[in-house]
């Protein structure tokens, strides 16, 4: 797997195929992206969350069709679990988890919105490197993935963790 970073963007703008973000189980109304898709979505997230179609169980996935308010035709939410039960090597296990997803849906290019993972207890920029590795060892083929972004802050852990970082990597044999 080749992974290839690119630049920032709001959610809501990205116009590929599809959007990954993540949910903990406390995540009450959902946060972050997939808060402001449930919004614009009119509370499909919400209504799921109520009739405990989705709880946001580590490693569980819920893809949506975003209809025609979002750029993005597709949300996929992948579980994280309880927050403050999260350790680092969970982190790798979600990152493979959502591998696994997007290779059966055969995605190779994706928007990922990881800020919500920010919400646990964990170093910023471990978590990132958790993840990817997870992503990139379950990953067959090349994958695109631009990192999305609402804000500045956001961006700024983002380019810190990315400066020491060659994310074109060739595939594990």
């Known amino acids: 797997m080749a992974l290839a970073l690119s630049t920032y963007k709001p959610a809501h703008t990205y116009y590929g195929k599809i959007i990954v973000s993540y949910m903990f189980t406390t995540s009450r109304p959902p946060r972050g992206i997939t808060g402001y898709i449930d919004w614009i979505m009119d509370g499909q997230i919400s209504d799921l969350i109520i009739k ?22 597709f949300l996929l939410i992948i ?21 696994k997803v997007l290779n059966g849906l055969r995605v190779s290019h994706y928007g990922l919105y990881p800020h919500n993972l920010f919400l646990s207890h964990l170093d910023k920029f471990k978590i990132m ?19 999305l972004s609402d804000d500045y802050k956001q961006q700024d852990i983002i380019m810190k963790w990315l400066r020491d970082k060659t ?3 060739k595939p594990k044999d």
Do not use: W
């Open 52 to 73: 405990n179609k989705v709880k946001g169980s580590l490693g569980e996935s819920l893809l949506l069709v975003t209809g025609s308010k979002i750029y993005a035709h």
């Open 79 to 99: 579980g994280a679990g309880n927050p403050k039960k999260l350790r680092l090597r969970m982190l790798k296990e979600i990152g493979k988890c959502t591998a």
């Open 129 to 147: 490197d958790e993840l990817f590795d997870g992503l990139k060892s379950t990953s067959n083929e090349k994958i695109q993935v631009t990192i």
């Open 167 to 169: 994310y074109i990597l």
